[in-house]
């Protein structure tokens, strides 16, 4: 797996292409390049004590207190337990201006799983897989090339530290829940995300970046024969998805022929069911249900019209008792103008080449930013973490999950030029 996929990065790096626009001082981002020079070590050190003390989603009372001490010795006006667990950094520039936020998770995951690491996680049974002590160390360092600025600075950054994102319905939702949009009045949102992309790239898309999702619930009564209903019903269900076993194995995300950065992706278009199906059965009644995996919203609720339409014309019509979805929640939804402006200015600073095109529509992962994006415009970021020559395979939730720490100078870079030339410009 690592050769195919460093093999599919080497030419992705090599092929992709974003041609900039706009203007970006010289000087900026050479200083900012200079002062995340001047903390990277530091960085680090914040990076590797999260990734020792890692705290499942909910618990986060010490990742919270770093990251409180960290913005009060920057200088920020700090907002605590907002949504449990949840931290808002406030930076004034010394003019009136423009708000925007930038939000990083701080949640680790349940994992049993052997860490790849030196410094390894202590908190047994728990790690970060999926990279939010990356995530939390570029939102400090943001922070802290920026606070350095704050007499140049035209308007506020809201640095927005969220708890429980692993959790879908708890994190942004308690935030918001616990009056977050009360303490910071936004125009512009931005988060990031690790990936399996070569460090030194970012990517993202317009539109929707992860594939819209429902959990589909077929149910029956005074059914005699159980077997034969489920098998109708898991096949009339199977007829919808376009997909085949490729689109399943994570590895083709990044194929240079079919996966999300080719025009001709095949993750540009397509229903996919879920398997195995979860059957559930008592008090004379059928439970069947999956989840369902779409790039247009649009044909998740076409496809439930046609469910129901096909089983009443079966032999078990008069059992149906319901054909639903019982997730309805939204996806990851690029605000369009400001995807292309923010890429724009990251490719105009630190070339075309650091911007990787993105076709497809990625499946298997969501994000509760989505919440947020649905009250602030935003745009969210994959940014690459893996080094194949390192042996480093950046896949969230992968039990050899890994990011070389790179990343953390990249993306402290590469955000604080963006949301510097967003203030400003």
């Known amino acids: 797996m690592k050769k195919i996929l460093f093999f599919s990065l080497v030419i992705l790096a090599q092929t992709c292409s974003f041609e900039p626009k706009g203007d970006v001082e ?50 920020l006006d700090v ?3 907002i949504g449990g667990y949840g931290v808002v950094g406030i930076l004034k520039g010394a003019q009136e201006g423009k708000h925007v936020a930038w939000r990083a998770d701080i949640d680790a995951l349940a994992s049993d799983s052997p860490d790849v690491v030196e410094f390894a996680s202590v908190n047994k049974g728990v790690r970060h897989i999926c990279g939010h002590d990356v995530h939390t160390t570029i ?31 708890r994190g942004a939702q308690s935030m918001i829940a616990d009056g977050l949009f ?13 990936s399996p992309f ?28 159980k077997d034969e209903v489920v098998k109708y019903t898991q096949d009339l269900i199977k007829g919808h998805s376009t997909v085949n076993e490729k689109f399943w194995d994570l590895k083709n995300f990044m194929d240079p022929e079919i996966g999300i950065a080719n025009p001709n992706s095949m993750y540009a278009d397509y229903i996919a069911v879920s398997e195995p199906f979860h059957v559930k059965s008592g008090n004379n009644v059928v439970d069947i249900s999956t989840m369902i995996y779409a790039t247009d919203s649009l044909e998740l609720d076409s496809m439930l019209v046609r469910l129901k339409e096909n089983i009443g014309r079966s032999a078990y019509a008069t059992k149906l008792l319901s054909v639903q979805y019982e997730k309805n929640d939204p996806t ?21 080449n650091t911007v990787a095109p993105i076709y497809g529509i990625v499946h298997l992962f969501n994000d509760d930013f989505s919440f947020f994006q649905k ?40 955000f604080s030029t963006m949301l510097l030339s967003r203030l400003n410009n």
């Open 182 to 194: 009360d303490l910071i009045d936004p125009s512009e949102m931005y988060a990031l995300h690790i």
């Open 332 to 352: 990851v939804y690029n605000d369009a103008k400001l995807t292309r402006e923010t890429l724009q200015t990251i490719a105009a600073a630190y070339g075309k």
């Open 26 to 75: 010289e000087l900026t981002v050479n200083l900012i390049a200079r002062e995340t020079d001047q903390i990277y070590e530091s960085l680090v050190e914040v990076r590797r004590d999260l990734h020792r003390y890692p705290e499942i989603s909910e618990q986060e009372k010490r990742t919270s207190t770093k990251i409180i001490s960290y913005l009060d010795s920057i200088g």
């Open 375 to 414: 009250k602030v415009p935003g745009v969210y970021y994959l940014l690459g973490g893996s080094n194949f020559e390192k042996g480093v395979i950046a896949m969230p939730h992968s039990a050899n999950f890994a990011v070389d720490e790179e990343a953390i100078r990249v993306g402290v870079q590469y």
């Open 198 to 225: 070569p460090v030194g790239q970012v990517a993202t898309k317009e539109n929707e970046l992860y594939s819209y999702f429902r959990k589909l619930k077929v149910q029956f009564n005074n059914i005699l024969v």
């Open 139 to 169: 939102g400090l360092g943001i922070a802290t090339v920026l606070a350095k600025h704050r007499d140049k600075i035209k308007g506020t950054i809201y640095f927005i530290f969220q708890p429980s994102e692993e959790i879908w319905n």
């Open 79 to 81: 907002k605590t337990n």
